[in-house]
């Protein structure tokens, strides 16, 4: 059993009681953020039948798992129609951009993240520029440019430090910080020269920011903008923040160096600005944004916008939410943020990613991970699945992010003593995780 203990249960037969009014809820994602939004939606009494599309064997535990395409909007609604679901939530930025959102809305369906067009402040790093210059939101200079020669003659005239973006989507690899001229020049190269397929089309150069990075999570409903949480991700492979980067290797929430004041100023002067600019273009933002902050001298300016809970940081967020967050997603999606209210616990939680050897190259898949029986899962200790599999009773590792090892406590080092405990109680010889998730903050 991958769910050997009944944290989530009860409220599962809470929802089912409650007949007519739960709600049929179809989450779509496979990864360790789908896992901890379908346990934190699971808790509120309103969730009825929860469908995870495609989903991952975590999911599978406490939901159905469906096979179905994301990225299809058409598929993806006449799945809604037939299972009669009343609320879609979409994890990955993929099907935002691919506009599954547009497709569902224009079918009556209420659903949770924006639109095609609003979704363009992640998938276009130009497009968000410019977005903040109208808004005059603080952010790094910048400059867009369509061919190499342009590009190389602007760093030639600005110098380093820089940084070098394909506009588009890049699975998270599209940015580099070159440390010489001849390594930016390369970049340029690259970049035009279709490492990163469409993506680099376009290749915007910035200002190099120093400072700490922190993301911000703000639930937005066209017009009104409800903070949730403040989140710190390690995106290196080692300890100490060193070698390759990665997808995340653990997060905490909430984020120290993201003080009260300093979240206040970047609602102020960056998400609401931007927010009215996009409402005032006609294409208003439904969903979580997602502010990724650099932190200096008590200003925070903004490094990038994502359209959606960023993974591992939605397994802290929602670890310390629990069932409201289904309330909120909801009053996001119908547009009642006004009235919505965030309960908040003083607490702290912690995420460590366990991952196969080689990640963030290459690695093995159907390695057996055991000893997860044993541990605790209730709301404050909970393993969230991220690429596993089940095979004949055993669950194997399928990707190179493998498990969320995410424990809630009172303080930051509470947590992360319950994380990393859980942690030593995993038999898995084939995989790894950082032993210092949290030490900026501790
Ligand atoms: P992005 O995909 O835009 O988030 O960039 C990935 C990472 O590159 C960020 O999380 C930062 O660590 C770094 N980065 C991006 N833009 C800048 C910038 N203008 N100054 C300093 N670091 C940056
Ligand atoms: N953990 C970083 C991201 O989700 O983009």
Redesign the pocket.
């Known amino acids: 059993m991958l769910w050997p203990c009944a944290a989530v249960a009860p409220s599962l037969e809470r929802g089912s009681q409650k007949g007519k009014s739960a709600m049929n809820i179809l989450i779509l994602g496979s990864g360790g953020r789908e896992h901890s939004l379908a346990w934190a939606v699971k808790q509120n009494p309103k969730c009825g039948r929860l469908i995870v599309a495609p989903g991952n064997s975590g999911t599978a535990a406490i939901a159905e798992n469906a096979a179905l395409d994301i990225e299809d909007g058409a598929a993806v609604a006449a799945f809604v129609q037939e299972q009669t679901i009343d609320f879609v939530i979409i994890g990955p930025e993929a099907p935002l951009a691919a506009g599954v959102a547009d497709h569902l809305r224009a079918a009556g369906v209420l659903c949770f993240g924006p639109s095609q067009a609003a979704a363009e402040l992640e998938a276009s790093?130009a497009f968000t520029k410019e977005i903040c210059a109208a808004a005059n939101a603080p952010?790094?200079g910048?400059a867009v440019f369509e061919n190499a020669a342009d590009a190389k003659a602007y760093v030639r005239a600005e110098g380093l430090?820089?940084?070098i973006?394909a506009d588009g989507l890049?699975a998270?690899k599209?940015?580099t910080?070159p440390q010489t001229e001849d390594e930016a020049l390369a970049d340029i190269d690259a970049m035009f020269g279709g490492s990163f397929g469409a993506a680099g089309a376009s290749v915007v150069i910035?200002?190099?920011?120093?400072?700490e990075?922190a993301s911000f999570f703000v639930l937005v409903d066209g017009e009104t903008c409800l903070p949730i949480g403040t989140a710190q991700?390690h995106?290196r492979m080692g300890d100490g923040d060193t070698g390759p980067?990665t997808g995340g290797m653990g997060a905490y929430s909430p984020a120290p160096v993201l003080t009260d004041p300093l979240a206040l100023q970047a609602l102020d002067e960056i998400v609401r600005p931007t927010m009215a600019e996009m409402a005032r273009r006609g294409t208003p933002y439904q969903g979580v944004l997602y502010a990724?902050l650099?932190i200096k001298d008590g200003i925070a300016r903004l490094?990038?916008y994502?359209v959606r809970f960023g993974d591992p940081e939605c397994q802290v967020l929602m670890m310390r939410l629990g069932g409201q967050v289904l309330d909120l997603l909801q009053a996001a999606a119908e547009g009642r943020l006004s009235e919505a209210q965030v309960n908040w616990a003083d607490d702290h939680a912690l995420t460590v990613v366990m991952a196969a050897q080689g990640y963030p190259g290459s690695y093995n898949k159907g390695t057996v991970i055991s000893g997860l029986e044993a541990l605790p899962t209730d709301s404050k200790n909970m393993v969230f699945h991220a690429g596993t599999a089940a095979k004949d009773g055993q669950v194997t590792a399928a990707g190179g992010r493998v498990l969320n090892v995410t424990a809630r406590g009172a303080s930051l080092a509470d947590a992360q003593a319950r994380a990393y405990a859980m942690v030593d109680q995993i038999d898995w010889p084939e995989g790894f995780c950082r032993r210092d998730i949290g030490w900026r903050a501790l």
């Open positions: 790093k952010t790094a910048y430090p820089l940084v973006k890049a998270g599209g940015v910080i910035e200002e190099f920011m120093d400072g990075e991700d995106k980067n990724g650099m490094v990038e994502n």
